[in-house]
């Protein structure tokens, strides 16, 4: 068996590579081809990303040697195939404990998220709007929710895909806006640093992230946009509960308005258009860092080592410039 040292992550692989070691299994499918043959889908990942594997003329027990979330030991070989990296299986099976090293599955070192997490409390606490503050305050003083949060990834697969995500996302985020923030004077800069915070907050809950990625029940029949008004609501009742003071409704109506509005349009799942400037601007933001993190992805997965330009990609229908590859 191959050595912790021999290990090829998802990033590394080309053409043709023999490949005999542990992957993280999710989204498993059982399929039948043109000629009623099933094989076996699944996406099998390491902290760099992850690779489309099929399994021909699977069966029934092979669909059922493993569950989304296991370790599996994969026997196999990489092809290209119309510019995409992807893996032939001749066998999988979970993996024994002994041959998973864990280091190989985490993105974030913890570390990593604690520095992160005090860079957001940090942030967050320059805030001077007193009512933001005590909202603010009721979601940071909830060490259950921010455990969560602290986990958490920001999306299923366009970005900031793994544990931890979602906080380096709205960090980088929150960096943003006390970038922007100060050049745009119209701007309520506490309003903007709180809908970066909370924008994507009801993701602890719709999104199941223990192993594999996948939408919670709630998460899939509601959304989290619908689950945040939730969340920010039971927050307020938790903040005047707590200082027996009242939160202005209107400050609150706005903070769920950049919420329900920061996907920017209809098509993507927003029920409101940005109408306020602050949500305005934390669309465009958030499109921005969302888009830098994805677009650079696709470039560090590029099978194309050799060349200047990535491959053709279909979701975004173009290729990428990598910049010259000898430099």
């Known amino acids: 068996m191959p050595t912790a040292t021999d290990r090829q992550f998802v990033s590394q692989l ?3 590579d023999q490949i005999h070691q542990v992957f993280l299994a999710s989204d498993k499918q059982l399929r039948p081809n043109r000629n009623g043959n099933l094989y076996l889908q699944v996406d099998l990942s390491d902290r760099s990303g992850s690779i489309n594997t099929r399994m021909w003329n699977a069966s029934e027990d092979d669909y059922k040697a493993f569950e989304n979330g296991d370790y599996v030991f994969v026997e196999g070989a990489t092809q290209l195939f ?6 032939i299986a001749n066998r999988i099976r979970r993996a024994r404990p002994d041959e998973v090293d864990e280091a190989d599955f985490t993105t974030l070192q913890a570390g990593d998220v604690e520095k992160m997490r005090a860079r957001l409390v940090e942030i967050l606490g320059g805030i001077k709007t007193a009512p933001l503050a005590r909202l603010v305050n009721a979601f940071v003083g909830d060490e259950s929710f921010m455990e969560k949060f602290c986990r958490a990834p920001a999306g299923m697969k366009n970005h900031h895909a793994y544990r931890g995500g979602l906080l380096e996302h709205v960090v980088s985020l929150c ?8 050049r745009y004077p119209q701007l309520d800069g506490d309003k903007l640093l709180v809908g970066a915070f909370l924008h994507d907050a009801a993701k602890v809950d719709e999104l199941t992230y ?3 990625i996948a939408y919670s029940d709630e998460g899939q029949l509601l959304g989290h946009m619908v689950m945040g008004v939730t969340l920010i609501d039971d927050k307020v009742r938790e903040a005047v509960r707590k200082d027996g003071l009242p939160m202005p ?3 609150i109506t706005e903070v769920k308005h950049m919420i329900v509005a920061h996907h920017g349009e209809y098509a993507y799942g927003s029920p409101k258009l940005p109408m306020t400037l602050e949500a305005i601007a934390l669309h465009l933001l958030d499109n921005l860092d ?5 677009f650079s992805q696709l470039m560090n997965d590029c099978p194309n080592v050799d060349s200047p330009w990535t491959q053709y990609f279909q979701q975004i229908g173009r290729k990428l410039f990598k910049g010259d590859a000898t430099s």
């Open 82 to 87: 119309q510019g995409n990296m992807q893996l």
């Open 175 to 182: 960096e943003l806006v006390l970038v922007v923030a100060p």
């Open 290 to 294: 969302a888009k830098i993190a994805s």
């Open 14 to 16: 080309g053409h043709n």
């Open 249 to 251: 409704e209107r400050i």
């Open 210 to 212: 223990e192993r594999d």
